[in-house]
């Protein structure tokens, strides 16, 4: 049997680059999404791909979309804060449907932290015995182009709190072919990857760099939690999201171990060297100038 994958979250940051490293490998996708009109335009020119209306909240949903479709890819709703209410009836519904594997977008050091998401999220799916590939990537450097992008293009400011710590940040692009890969290759299943950059660096680090390529004094302004927190809430970002914002950053201060850990996986996976700070800004550079 040929495969047929459902990639839930097509449109984003991972799960764009994923359908593309698939439709270069004539795999057949399906492209599981709640604004099917948003995707149609986003995923307009890739071929093998059909659009289907999913949403992990929609039970009614989970059949049409996984009609013929024998591997599954997610990465978890930022908004989806309750994993056992939000998301474990689609698990629960996938494990009876008997998928080959299914791939979900974790985070480095997950492990050892029981009160995120993830967490239980990689705890359900290992209950349900279902063959997995947990790929837990370190922070991302598209967070600079999403979350961070509005003081980085007003006032030329990484206006994050991330204090000194040190990180080894992972381009999406890069954690999309992996897991198209990992989806295509028997050998990762029911395995744990962690995916970091190549190198590990502080934000002032990456605040010279941008300066430096871009032709721009840029500033790491190190904001403390609290008013990074009250300036988020200010501008009506949602409470749940911001606080996860801050338990990242949490991590990445306190877990400086972890955070600034570099290793090769991601390197023997992809067959090259994942890409670096440089060429990310490079590549980026339009939402910073």
Do not use: H, W
């Given at each position: 049997m040929e495969d047929k994958i459902l990639v839930i979250g097509g449109t984003g940051n991972i799960g764009f680059p994923l359908i593309e490293y698939l439709n270069q490998k004539n795999v057949e996708v399906v492209a599981g999404t709640h604004n099917v009109d948003k995707a149609a335009i986003k995923l307009?020119?890739?071929?093998?791909?059909?659009?289907?209306?999913f949403d992990f909240l929609d039970p009614e949903s989970f059949e049409n979309a996984m009609t013929g479709v024998n591997k599954v890819f997610f990465v978890r709703p930022p908004q989806l804060e309750k994993p056992k209410q939000d998301m474990l009836p689609f698990l629960t519904y996938i494990k009876q449907e008997q998928i080959q594997q299914l791939v979900f977008i974790s985070l480095l050091g997950v492990e050892a932290l029981p009160f995120m998401p993830h967490h239980t999220i990689e705890k359900m799916i290992l209950n349900l015995n279902v063959p997995y590939t947990f790929i837990r990537p370190n922070y991302f450097m598209?967070?600079?182009?999403?979350?961070?992008?509005?003081?980085?293009?007003?006032d030329h400011d990484l206006f994050i709190p991330g204090g000194s710590s040190r990180t080894s940040f992972v381009d999406t692009r890069d954690v999309g072919e992996i897991a198209g890969i990992t989806l295509l290759n028997n050998e990762y299943i029911n395995q744990k990857i962690d995916i970091t950059g190549p190198e590990s660096l502080?934000?002032?680090?990456?605040?010279?760099?941008?300066?430096k390529i871009l032709g721009v004094d840029y500033k790491y302004s190190?904001?403390?939690?609290?008013?990074?927190?009250?300036?988020?809430?200010?501008r009506g970002i949602n409470k749940d999201f911001v606080n996860t914002l801050l338990t990242i950053y949490v991590i990445e201060q306190v877990g400086t171990l972890t955070a600034m850990k570099v290793n090769d996986n991601a390197k023997n996976i992809l067959g090259h060297s994942p890409r670096n700070i440089q060429t990310y800004i490079e590549d980026y550079q339009k939402y910073f100038k």
């Open positions: 307009a020119g890739l071929d093998n791909v059909e659009i289907r209306y598209q967070n600079l182009n999403t979350t961070n992008q509005k003081d980085i293009y007003n502080t934000y002032q680090e990456i605040a010279q760099i941008m300066s190190r904001p403390s939690l609290l008013k990074f927190r009250k300036a988020m809430l200010q």
